[in-house]
Nanobody
Framework: QAQLVESGGGLVQAGGSLRLSCADSRRTFGSYNMGWFRQAPGKEREFVAAITWIGPHTYYADSMKGRFTISRDNAKNTVYLQMNSLKPEDTAVYYC??????????????????WGQGTQVTVSS
């Protein structure tokens, strides 16, 4: 049974926007920091953005700063990724993930215990 379920991916033209959602069905959403990663064909999975439970504090990969915004709604157990000014190089499968608070590093995928199945984002030129 999936515990993290992403949605909101799709096909968009360059310069457009998409909002990804990740619904967390676990009972411990409040004990976890959340992150988004992406993986393009033939490439390694890379860090996109992260948000902490305490604060919250947000972190972004350099190439996403100013274009992407991560947020969370704790009442809905959901984390979002608002993506603006999309570029063809943003095309990838986007994954959300959960990392226990006080554990590991926000940018390190090995620090995350739970992963969603991914949602495809395709940006056409």
């Amino acid at each position: 049974q999936a515990q993290l379920v992403e949605s909101g991916g799709g096909l968009v033209q360059a310069g457009g926007s998409l909002r990804l959602s990740c619904a967390d069905s676990r009972r411990t959403f409040g004990s976890y920091n959340m992150g988004w990663f992406r993986q393009a064909p033939g490439k390694e999975r890379e860090f996109v953005a992260a948000i902490t439970w305490i604060g919250p504090h947000t972190y972004y990969a350099d190439s996403m700063k100013g274009r992407f915004t991560i947020s969370r709604d704790n009442a809905k157990n959901t984390v979002y990724l608002q993506m603006n000014s999309l570029k063809p190089e943003d095309t990838a499968v986007y994954y959300c993930a959960a990392r226990p608070i006080y554990s590991g590093n926000y940018y390190d995928r090995s620090s995350y215990d739970y992963w969603g199945q991914g949602t495809q984002v395709t940006v056409s030129s």
